[in-house]
């Protein structure tokens, strides 16, 4: 089966790092999407990655490895306004987008 | 960047009743959307994927008749709720494919039956 798992909720400090990981089990693979969304609104795209390594956009990277099924997002410089929801997608072989569940990121002073 | 629309962005109606969602795409063309349900503290679910000019695919679970979907033109899907229920209640997200992996989201609509 095709599962995506990421933790529930993680906690950091403002100013700090955090890392979220994300592992996934798929059938095919055309890339690895981070997504971030904020209590009541839609999705936004933060990165996409289909080869391993690390992509780094701003204060945000995101790194992959293919043979361990895995990702992470990475967030530097915390600021509050980062509180929001964290989502993991990977693109099957169909192009399907299939989700993990989220990880609930609260940034506290 | 590529910029999608969904009208309403909230609706309150009675049970029973039918509503109308639209997804515009407005600066591109999206021959491919989707649309996604979410409830409280979930992840997206995928309710069904909408090709211009065809029938909808449905994921398993989602009743097609209950969920209408049209895909009438290059930058619109509409997706109805018919005969709407309080469990029907949820955020409703619409995407529009731009490339293979590049996908935009609406801001949402969230539905709410009484």
């Known amino acids: 089966g095709q599962n995506i798992d990421q933790p529930t909720e993680m906690t950091a400090t403002e100013g700090a790092i955090v890392q979220i990981n994300c592992t996934y089990q798929t059938s095919g693979f055309n890339g690895l999407f981070w997504y971030q969304q904020h209590a009541g609104e839609a999705p936004t795209f933060l990165s996409y990655?289909?080869l391993d390594g690390l992509e780094e956009k701003g204060r945000f990277s995101s790194f992959l490895s293919r043979s361990k099924g895995y990702s992470y997002l990475l967030l530097k410089e915390l600021q509050m306004k980062d509180s929001a929801s964290y989502l993991c997608a990977v693109a099957d072989s169909n192009y399907q987008l299939i989700w993990g569940a989220g990880t609930k990121l609260i940034i506290k002073p | 960047g590529a910029v999608v629309s969904q009208h309403p962005s909230w609706v309150i109606c009675k049970s029973g009743t039918s509503v109308k969602i639209e997804c515009r795409s407005l600066?591109?063309?999206?021959?491919?959307m989707f649309w996604y349900r979410q409830f409280p503290k979930q992840s997206l679910m995928l309710m069904a994927t909408?090709?211009?000019?065809?029938?909808?695919?449905?994921e398993q679970g989602v009743e097609k008749d209950k969920f209408l979907i049209n895909h009438a033109s290059l930058t619109l899907s509409t997706l109805t709720v018919t005969s709407a229920h309080p469990e029907d209640s949820s955020f409703y997200i619409c995407?529009?494919?731009?490339?293979?992996?590049?996908?935009?989201f609406g801001p949402g609509t969230r539905l709410t039956v009484t």
């Open positions: 990655n289909v």
């Open positions: 909408s090709n211009e000019g065809s029938k909808a695919t449905y």
């Open positions: 600066d591109f063309q999206a021959t491919t």
């Open positions: 995407s529009a494919r731009v490339r293979e992996y590049e996908q935009y």
